[in-house]
């Protein structure tokens, strides 16, 4: 009986070649080259366990106590947790503003990134200088971008107030607990829209140009050919986007805290943490309980994004 195309032998799979190729890789390797390995392996991974993992399991314990940094660690249970929700005013202010913060990235910020990405995809004139311009905000730090909101937006010096000719009644742009989560948001959208452009444009330039010819033989429209034909495939993209904006409003610290440290209307999860653990009053229990509800918060999305990642890997 002839084997049908069914019933025939399969091919080996990819996986098992590649397998066999870095076995054969790993046996050439020498006795000093194994141990030169396993000591760059060792090292950040040791580091990582006593700066990162260590310092959290510590973090976690901690927000269970009332240690203050000087007096023995009581256990107090969910005390800290129940106060926070409870009694501590500042608390939802800053769940209110990191909410704030999310909403103006993932509203204002991302869909104008997807929106230059997208024009600069187009290889218009210039687009190297303008990718430049765009990307430029991303290079620098967040508490940089901070000093650069002070000179924008001081009351008796900026060039806001000046370019507004306010001069005789300036607007008190970061004083104001009205205004100035607005005013620091637009320095924040400033920098993030770089970001979001850089991602969605390497997504667009990997978008198979044949789709796009089919569609516009089929008589689709440029509006048509991006939402039905385009965007559907930057679905990795879009993921990895959403999880960093989501990442990039809770742990918003240091733009506030280079302006005023987080204070009158500017108070942030990350700047709570910060002032009960090394401010004055040293309640580290109680801010490490914040931190613990900063984890938690995050964490979901942090292995969201690591999955994508390593999906596309293997891919």
Known sequence: MTSSPLTAEAPAPRTSKVRGRRRRRLSKLTRWDVAVLSVLLAIPALLSLALIWATTAASIGLSFTSYN???????????????????????????????????????????????????????????????????????????????????VYSRDHGALNVLLGNAEHPTDWLGDPKINIWAVLVAAVWRH?????????????AVDPALKEAAALDGANERQLFFRVVF????????????????????????????????????????????????????????????????????????????????????
Request: glycine share 8%; net charge positive.
């Open 69 to 151: 940094g000087v007096t023995d660690v009581e256990w107090i249970g969910t005390r800290n947790y129940t106060q926070i929700v409870t009694i501590y005013e500042p608390f939802w202010g800053a769940v209110r503003n990191n909410l704030l913060w999310l909403a103006v990235l993932g509203v204002i910020a991302t869909p104008l990134g997807l929106f230059f990405a997208f024009l600069l995809d187009k290889q218009i004139r210039f687009t190297r200088f303008y990718q430049s311009v765009f990307y430029m905000p991303v290079v620098l730090s967040l508490a940089v971008v901070g000093f650069i909101a002070q000179l």
């Open 193 to 205: 829209t770089g970001y979001v452009m850089i991602l969605y444009l390497a997504g667009l330039k």
């Open 232 to 315: 559907p495939t930057l679905r990795p993209i879009n993921i990895i986007v959403l999880v960093i904006t989501v990442i990039e409003a809770l742990r918003a610290f240091d733009i506030v805290y280079a302006i005023n440290s987080g204070r009158n209307g500017l108070e942030l999860l990350s700047v709570l943490v910060t002032q009960n653990i090394v401010g004055e009053a040293s309640r580290i229990g109680f801010g490490s309980a914040i931190a613990v509800i900063l984890l938690t918060t995050s964490i979901g999305f942090v292995v969201v994004y690591l999955s994508q990642i390593i999906r596309e890997e293997r891919q």
